[in-house]
């Protein structure tokens, strides 16, 4: 792509990662806002070029439930890549259940079904295309003004996710089990991930004990049996079902998403309509 970084200003700052800062930013000669991801990258040109070449595939995903991909450049004399995305006026999972967790509320089932068959319609996009997401949590999963769920973040550049893994351990709390043991994984290891991601967002919290610690949590989640929704709220059987299938330990066992999407529970949420637009427009109290 053509995009500058002299062709940017930034607005405000959206939030920070382990691997860099995402700034709202507007690109000046069209006048479009966008979200622009910084990541540190080894300032060698062979590999700018070759992190370009990777990213590339992001500007051939068309799907509605994957954030859209303006363009990369380089930055900072070449020690980063800004990666420029739709900026999603929503937010994160993350932030947004915890807005509502604040007023003592909860996300509801029916906003929980059109978070799974999103997130596993743009999984299936993907795994079209050979990609694994390997990053699924509730940061990573977006809402848009209207209320569209989107993905985003997902590994396409080789390079870039081993830059991330030399200034960080590498290791996410979402991973699945045989992940954390670094074994063989395949699409699988990113339903796991969703059904932790799901859980979270019901209990607005994270489903493992929070007095782990890094080590201790990773051989829990690979010795004890995987979390279950508690008993407090009454959460349908469906519901109950589809996140024990996501949390099943056995990655060979576990279903991929193509299958998923064909549990009861997403099956329910397809012959439902929900009003997101409504939905997110409540959460933020935004109004008209
Ligand atoms: P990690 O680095 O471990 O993946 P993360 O997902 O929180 O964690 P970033 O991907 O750097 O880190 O994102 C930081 C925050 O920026 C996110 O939590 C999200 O709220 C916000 N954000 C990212 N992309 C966008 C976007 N396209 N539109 C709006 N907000 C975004
Ligand atoms: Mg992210």
């Given at each position: 792509t053509s995009l500058k970084a002299e062709e940017f200003q930034d607005l405000e700052r959206l939030g920070e990662g382990a691997g860099g800062t995402v700034m709202k930013v507007c690109h000046i000669p069209t006048g479009k806002i966008m979200a622009k991801k910084k990541i540190n990258v080894d300032p060698n040109q062979h590999v700018h070029r070759q992190i370009l070449r990777e990213l590339e595939f992001l500007g051939t995903c068309h799907s509605p439930h994957i954030v859209t991909y303006f363009g990369a450049l380089l930055e900072d004399e070449g020690s980063s890549v800004g990666i420029c995305m739709e900026y999603c006026e929503g937010g994160s999972l993350d932030a947004i259940y915890k807005c509502v967790s604040r007023r003592q509320g909860r996300i509801g089932e029916a906003v929980l079904g059109k978070i799974g068959e999103a997130v596993l319609n743009g999984l299936v996009y993907l795994h079209s295309h050979?990609?694994?997401?390997?990053d699924i949590k509730p940061s990573n999963i977006l809402v848009t003004k209207k209320g569209v769920i989107k993905i985003c973040d997902f590994g396409v550049s080789g390079n870039l996710v081993a830059s991330l893994a030399q200034t960080f351990?590498?290791?996410?709390?979402?991973?699945?089990p045989e992940r954390i043991q670094g074994r063989q994984y395949r699409v699988s290891a990113d339903v796991w991930s969703l059904g932790l991601t799901i859980m979270e967002v019901a209990e607005n919290k994270?489903?493992?004990?929070?007095?782990?610690g890094p080590i201790e949590l990773v051989a829990h989640i690979t010795k004890m049996d995987p979390p279950q929704l508690s008993n407090d709220c009454d959460w349908s059987q469906d519901l109950r079902d589809f996140l024990r299938v996501c949390l099943e330990k056995d990655g060979e066992k576990r279903p991929t998403p193509k299958q998923m999407l064909d549990h009861p529970f997403i099956q329910r949420s397809a012959a439902r309509q929900v009003n997101l637009e409504r939905w997110i427009r409540q959460v933020w109290e935004w109004s008209d």
């Open positions: 050979k990609i694994i997401h390997r351990l590498g290791t996410s709390y979402y991973m699945a994270f489903p493992y004990p929070s007095v782990l």
